[in-house]
């Protein structure tokens, strides 16, 4: 059971990526699939999730607006599209699936039992 999160790279302010997280050894079915930022010297952070069986989706305040969840067509991929990026973004992002999570749990993080490795994701000029 793993996740694979991929995509990150540098790109200057204004600019776009797109992560992707895929699954192997399971499918997202009754998963809340979310994505988690960390930059240095500060906490982890929620960014966006999506709850797959529902495709209810989630955004981190920060994030909300420019951010996009979407869901692959394959039930073990899921992306996050970034738009307008500002050198605060800059983090190492991190996939993580957690099991049939209520809305009022989502954010946390402590409630996700599998992670991605993360992936870089800077914002400079």
């Known amino acids: 059971v793993q996740l694979q999160a991929s995509g990150g790279g540098l790109v200057h302010p204004g600019g776009s990526l797109r992560l992707s997280c895929a699954a192997s050894?399971?499918?997202?079915?009754?998963?809340?699939i979310g994505w988690f930022r960390q930059a240095p010297g500060k906490d982890r952070e929620f960014v966006a999730v999506?709850?797959?069986?529902?495709?209810?989706?989630y955004y981190g305040d920060s994030v909300k607006g420019r951010f996009t969840i979407s869901r692959g067509n394959a039930k073990s991929t899921v992306f996050l599209q970034m738009n307008s990026l500002k050198a605060e973004d800059s983090a190492v992002y991190y996939c993580?699936?957690?099991?049939?999570?209520?809305?009022?749990?989502?954010?946390?993080?402590?409630?996700?039992?599998?992670w991605g490795q993360g992936t870089q994701v800077t914002v400079s000029s």
């Open positions: 999506v709850r797959w069986n529902m495709n209810m989706k």
């Open positions: 993580a699936a957690g099991p049939r999570l209520i809305s009022g749990l989502i954010r946390d993080e402590r409630r996700y039992t599998v």
């Open positions: 050894g399971f499918t997202f079915d009754d998963y809340a």
